[in-house]
């Protein structure tokens, strides 16, 4: 029986971070054996916003996250790797699914409004970037899409998408489901917690995150300096949010139940809370941190990497284009 597929990547821009590796990366590992995975790095989603882009920055950015996808445990034997604008399909299928989207489907989605808030100029990419998206799932016939609860809202437009076209054109694509990890899913900022950690705000801010790939000693400075509430013992009970996303860090990268979690710290100072944490944290990154860095050494490895990746992924691709076209008539 062939194994369901799954999907997911990351635009190699910012600074990935602890909740990209706990929300998505650390899944993506564990699902290996069970799903046909495929792991994009979306560089063509990074041209949203093409004022902030630097080319040569973009290019080394990309080959970085080819190397973290790898150092956090993506085998390239039992999963494909690849570079998204390697494999052409994407752009074209963005178009036909553009035609098909509403666009007052596009004007609700609230990640465009958080964005655009902070730019004088916006590009019409930034407002359909989620049909890209819904692009690169329904190009593969995926079955589950690993994300952060923040991203539902883009796995349901993919959903209308699809259910819009297959009405229109028949059966065509395949209807994806999210797949959404229990603890961790969403890990706020460490300066403010009532924000989600961000990869761009973590590039500019010291203190705002935790690097997947960061050295020890600024780990352990930023879980040290991380806002937590106005008391001086861990409360289940009151905790505020910075309390709660320390204790999440913790559980997420040790994988300790509730009840382990809340014997542990209950009680305990906000020094011990963080001591805890920044062990663990470090522990837990090490040998992600030192596979990143000896793979940094082999471009050459990473770029076959990539480029077998490219190619499985359109040998997949072609064959699902093929189909959208014969849907719509210019299959010529």
């Not at 952060?148 to 694509?173: C, P, S, W, Y």
């Not at 490895?301 to 992924?313: C, H, K, N, V």
Request: aromatic fraction near 8%; charge should be neutral.
């Amino acid at each position: 029986m062939d194994k369901k597929r799954i999907l997911s990547g990351v635009q190699p821009t910012g600074r990935l971070h602890i909740g990209n590796y706990i929300g998505a990366l650390s899944v993506w590992t564990k699902e290996q054996d069970q799903f046909d995975g495929l792991y994009c790095v979306v560089d063509m989603h990074a041209f949203t916003i093409p004022e902030k882009i630097s080319p040569v920055k973009l290019k080394k950015k990309v080959w970085e996250t080819v190397a973290i996808y790898i150092a956090c445990g993506i085998d390239p034997v039992k999963s494909t790797i690849f570079i998204q604008s390697m494999v052409p399909q994407h752009s074209e299928l963005a178009w036909y699914l553009t035609c098909v989207t509403p666009m007052g489907w596009l004007d609700q989605m609230v990640q465009f409004k958080s964005k655009s808030a902070s730019n004088e100029t916006i590009g019409t990419g930034l407002y359909s970037y989620p049909i890209l998206q819904a692009a690169d799932i329904l190009l593969y016939d995926t079955s589950f899409v690993p994300v952060g609860d923040d991203q539902k809202q883009h796995i349901e437009l993919t959903r209308d998408i699809a259910k819009r076209f297959n009405h229109m054109f028949g059966k065509v694509f395949r209807v994806p489901q999210p797949m959404i990890r229990e603890v961790g899913a969403r890990i706020m900022a460490l300066d403010d917690p009532d924000v989600k950690m961000s990869k761009s705000t973590g590039e500019l801010k010291i203190g705002h995150s935790i690097g997947v790939v960061d050295d020890s000693d600024i780990i352990i400075k930023a879980i040290k300096s991380a806002k937590t509430d106005s008391g001086h013992e861990v409360s289940f009970d009151n905790g505020g949010p910075g309390v709660k996303n320390l204790l999440t860090i913790h559980q997420a990268i040790t994988g300790w139940s509730d009840d382990a979690v809340r014997n542990h710290f209950n009680g305990k100072s906000y020094g011990f809370l963080k001591s805890e944490v920044a062990e663990s944290v470090v522990e837990g990154l090490r040998p992600i941190r030192e596979k990143y860095n000896a793979l940094m050494q082999e471009p050459s490895y990473l770029s076959r990497i990539a480029t077998e990746g490219a190619e499985r992924a359109q040998s997949i691709a072609r064959l699902k284009l093929y189909t959208v076209k014969e849907a719509l008539g210019i299959d010529f």
